[in-house]
């Protein structure tokens, strides 16, 4: 007759390493926001709101409140690249 709570060691095997791999998930989603909520729906606002914060600060989730942009602004833009690769095949 078999015991009853022989199962709770593969139990506790299975429930831990649901434990580790939701831990990690969650430790690698707040280190790549840099330890703020994850983003969900971005709509085209969204994208380019971060596009022009990653220019102002250098990251995606880093946000200013100075009302004067620094002057490299006006240069680090990726569109000038692309522009200038569209030229290139045109």
């Known amino acids: 007759m078999p015991v ?3 199962s ?3 139990f506790g095997v299975i ?4 434990l580790a791999t939701a831990t990690g998930i969650r430790y690698a989603q707040t280190k ?8 969900y729906s971005l709509d085209d606002w969204d994208r380019k709101m971060m596009v022009r914060d990653k220019q102002l600060t250098g990251t995606m ?6 009302p004067i942009a620094p002057p490299e602004f006006k240069v680090n833009s990726s569109w000038k690249v692309y522009e200038s690769l569209r030229n290139d095949f045109a």
């Open 15 to 18: 429930t831990g390493m649901f």
């Open 61 to 66: 989730r880093g946000q200013v409140d100075n």
């Open 8 to 10: 709770f060691i593969p």
């Open 32 to 39: 790549r926001n840099e330890g703020k909520a994850v983003r």
């Open 4 to 6: 009853p709570f022989e």
